[in-house]
């Protein structure tokens, strides 16, 4: 049984080496290869969800990250691309949702703030956009070289509270 499950870790090790490499096709033939990853399902299920995000299949990805959220629901990354996967599926309540959730547990974490605000701005919901930025901001000021460039606040551009922030953030 051991020698199986060394295999199976050996497996899984190259599976997530291939991801790394940008070779998504060839993590997923490995983890397709074993019909039951039942020692390690977060691990098959995180795999295979970051592998169809990666070649765009967001569809297919949210299946198997929210898979993996079940077993390790305090995971900021995958909430981070289950969000990421939810946008790009137009289930923008549903990005939210799960930023909103690892927020719970990461308070002090700006990246998911920094996609909160973005995410906000797509909805149009300038309070919690602005809010959730300026937390990004205070927590990694670096951050505002990022704000000109996002796409994601083009909705809430030209708000004047948006300005105001960003005008407070420049001194």
């Not at 703030?113 to 909805?123: G, I, K, R, T, V």
Request: with cysteine; charged share 20%; net charge neutral.
């Amino acid at each position: 049984m051991a020698l199986t499950t060394d295999r199976n870790w050996r497996r899984l090790a190259e599976a997530e080496g291939y991801l790394t490499l940008g070779m998504p096709e060839k993590c997923l033939s490995i983890l397709n290869a074993r019909v039951n990853w039942q020692s390690m399902p977060f691990e098959s299920n995180l795999l295979a969800g970051l592998a169809y995000r990666e070649l765009h299949d967001y569809p297919n990805a949210i299946v198997y990250l929210e898979k993996a959220a079940r077993f390790k629901p305090e995971e900021m990354d995958i909430a981070l691309a289950l969000g990421w996967c939810y946008k790009r599926t137009n289930r923008l309540a549903q990005a939210i949702d799960a930023l909103t959730r690892s927020l719970m547990r990461n308070k002090s974490e700006p990246l998911l703030h920094y996609n909160l605000s973005c995410y906000w701005s797509l909805a149009g919901n300038v309070a919690h956009a602005v809010e959730h930025l300026q937390k990004a901001l205070k927590l990694s000021p670096q951050m505002i070289f990022l704000v000109p460039s996002e796409t994601d606040f083009d909705p809430i551009r030209h708000d004047p509270v948006f300005q105001a922030l960003l005008c407070l953030e420049a001194l």
